[in-house]
């Protein structure tokens, strides 16, 4: 009963949350969606006249009012399986009542963006077991609702430890499923557009999910915003690392929790020594450790943007200039934002 009340709870945060949270990148691809199908009746009916018209004419006519479409990238697809133990309907409810799938706003940035051989599918599904994972065979991200309820778990835990609210364990939820999701993304990706990896990985993909968050900044979120949700995703490795580690740990194709955390702190860190100077401080990243994090994550970042670059759709690839003003574009809306207080 309590475990229903808390994600009760969540789930009117959360729609609250989303409405704000990765919406306008979401509204855009909306307002695109209907562009185009508003465009197509209107195609449709062009044809009739073409016919009657001298072919050399209704061409010129055509193509000065249509520009030539690009190829749009792969779109993915989203599903919530009903689950047969009744413990977890609450969690598919919830699930399902907000879209939780689409609301991960690395995913819904890439569903689209890339040319893949197949869709990738995101299943939210019981699985007897908590686990997230990339089903090979199929092209399914699976996120089982046992790990959501684990999530919504150690989220209360950790507000309890550290005297926060409902919104802070609801943006432990949410920070970790967007971690999550992008490591079994990037298992797909790996999989799918047969990448190379000569690392492990699993580390490869924990380095793609940091890369993804820190580097598809939008104006809903400053980097600020980011580093802060990737160090509760570093929380969960901590979290679940006791420390009891045997032969079969070492082992394991991941590398173990502690291990994963500071990683992850090295990327955060890294990615700008400056402003994260406190992640060093604080004692979060030993010293020895943080001296080579700017380099290395730099060379991780360029790594996996060379391996990226060449799939995103032709519609989707962006002139250097058009880039800048993108960027100039997101980081005056991120200066709106933060002197308008109110709307957060
Ligand atoms: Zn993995």
Request: hydrophobic share 45%.
């Amino acid at each position: 009963m309590v475990q229903k009340i808390i994600i009760g709870l969540l789930a009117t945060a959360l729609i609250a949350v989303c409405s704000i949270w990765g919406y306008s990148v979401w509204s855009q691809k909306q307002a695109a969606a209907a562009l185009v199908a508003a465009a197509k009746p209107v195609a449709a009916a062009i044809k009739p006249i073409e016919a009657v018209k001298p072919p050399e004419a209704a061409a010129t006519e055509v193509a000065a009012v249509v520009p030539e479409e690009k190829a749009d990238g792969t779109h993915f697809t989203y599903q919530y399986v009903v689950p047969r133990s009744g413990q977890l309907l609450p969690t598919y409810e919830m699930a399902r009542e907000i879209d939780l799938l689409r609301h991960l706003p690395e995913v819904n940035q890439l569903d689209g963006w890339l040319t893949l051989p197949r869709p990738i599918n995101f299943i939210a599904a019981e699985c007897g077991t908590v686990n997230a994972f990339y089903a090979k065979d199929k092209g399914d991200v699976v996120l089982c609702y046992e790990m959501i309820d684990l999530l919504v778990r150690q989220g209360a835990a950790f507000v309890q430890a550290n005297g926060g609210a409902t919104r802070d364990q609801l943006d432990y939820l949410l920070a970790n499923l967007r971690f999550l999701m992008l490591h079994e993304t990037g298992h797909a990706l790996i999989d799918m557009l047969d990448l190379p990896s000569t690392g492990r990985e699993e580390d490869a993909v924990d380095q793609l999910a940091t890369t993804l968050m820190l580097s598809l900044v939008s104006a809903d979120e400053s980097s600020s915003d980011i580093a802060q949700k990737l160090q509760l995703a570093a929380t969960f490795f901590i979290a679940t690392d006791d420390g009891q580690h045997d032969m079969a740990t070492y082992a394991d194709e991941h590398s173990v929790g502690a291990q994963r955390y500071f990683n992850l702190q090295c990327m955060i860190y890294g990615n700008n020594p400056g402003k994260y100077l406190r992640i060093v401080t604080t004692g979060r990243l030993p010293e020895a450790r943080a001296l080579r994090c700017e380099e290395e994550s730099k060379q991780i970042t360029r790594s996996w943007m060379r391996l990226i670059e060449p799939n995103i759709a032709p519609k989707h690839r962006l002139t250097a200039e058009e880039e800048r003003a993108k960027i100039e574009q997101i980081q005056r809306k991120q200066v709106e934002s933060t002197q308008a207080p109110y709307m957060r």
